[in-house]
C-alpha cells in the first residue's frame, strides 16, 4: 500500500474491501505496463502528426517531442533539427578543446569552426558558469573571440557555395567560375 508514510504491506482481506469504498486495487505486470506505454507513444505521435501544421503549435518543438519519443538521445535531437549544428566529429573536437582550454593547455582554433561550434562553446560556459573558476571561463572566452574570424570565412564559403549551386552571384559579386579579373575562363573572349 502507498500511504502517507510511503510504501507499506499490510494483509488485506474480504472485509477490508467491503467497509472501505475508496481503496483501490491495482496489479500490473511488465508486459501490461509496456503495453500501456507503447500505446501512450502512439497516441502522442498520433497527436503530434494530426497537428504538425496547425499554426498553434511550435513545428520545431513537436520534431523534437517526436524524435524523443522515438527514442534519440539529446545530442541526436540537435543534430537532427539543427542544419547548422554539424557533424559529431566537430562537435566532439569542441569538447575536446574545451577540456583542453579548462586544463590550462593551449589550442589552436578550430580551423572548421562554424556557428554550431561556437553555440556550444556559449552553452557550455552558460551551463558550467558555477562550476568553471574564472580564469577558465576568461580562457574560454578568450578562444570564443579567436574563432570568430575563421566561423566568417566558413560560413562565407559556405554561402558561396550554395549561391553558386543555385546559379547566383556569389557575396563577392563574382558570377560561378568569374576568375580575379572577373572574366569568365569557360566563356570565349570576344575577338577585337
Known amino acids: 500500500m502507498i500511504g502517507l508514510n510511503g510504501v507499506e ?9 467491503k467497509r472501505k469504498k475508496n481503496f483501490d486495487i491495482m496489479v500490473s505486470t511488465a508486459g ?4 500501456m506505454e507503447a500505446t501512450e507513444k502512439r497516441n502522442k505521435l498520433t497527436f503530434i502528426q494530426n497537428n ?11 520534431a523534437e517531442m517526436e524524435a524523443t519519443i522515438a527514442g534519440f538521445n539529446a545530442d541526436e535531437v540537435k543534430s537532427l533539427l539543427d542544419k547548422d549544428y554539424g557533424n559529431m566529429e566537430l562537435m566532439s573536437e ?14 589552436k582554433p578550430n580551423q572548421a569552426a562554424n556557428t554550431a561550434y561556437a553555440q556550444k562553446l556559449l552553452d557550455f560556459i552558460r551551463d558550467n558558469e558555477e562550476n568553471l573558476n574564472d580564469e577558465a571561463i576568461g580562457s574560454l572566452m578568450i578562444y570564443f573571440e579567436e574563432i570568430q574570424p575563421i566561423i566568417m570565412r566558413n560560413m562565407t564559403r559556405n554561402i ?3 549561391l553558386a549551386s543555385e546559379g547566383q552571384m556569389s557575396l563577392n559579386g563574382q558570377s ?17
Not at 52 to 62: A, C, D, Q, R, Y
Not at 94 to 107: L, S
Not at 183 to 192: E, H, I, L
Open 9 to 17: 504491506y499490510k494483509e488485506v482481506t474480504k472485509k477490508d474491501l
Open 160 to 162: 558561396n557555395e550554395i
Open 32 to 35: 501490461a505496463e509496456m503495453t
Open 94 to 107: 569542441c569538447a575536446r578543446d574545451m577540456q583542453q582550454i579548462i586544463a590550462g593547455k593551449t589550442v
Open 176 to 192: 560561378l567560375g568569374e576568375d580575379v579579373l572577373g572574366t569568365n575562363p569557360q566563356m570565349p573572349q570576344p575577338q577585337q
Open 52 to 62: 504538425k501544421m496547425n499554426p498553434v503549435f511550435n513545428p520545431k518543438l513537436l
